[in-house]
């Protein structure tokens, strides 16, 4: 789904085209971090350390966190 126009999405690349590289790679850090506490959130509390980083990799890469959690479990 794309409900964003033309224009809006020209206005959006050029702006952030005007920043610093580190002020991009910052607003970035950033949303991971935050996108990492929600689903961090949603987590069930009692889960052990490993299960917990596991399940984060899940919600952020798919079954590409299974292949790579495979030589682990």
Known sequence: MDD??????????ERFQALAPAERVRMCAEMFETARRIVEASLPTNLDPEERRYRICRRFYGDLADRAYSTFR
């Open 4 to 13: 964003t126009t033309p224009e809006f999405r020209r206005l959006m690349r």
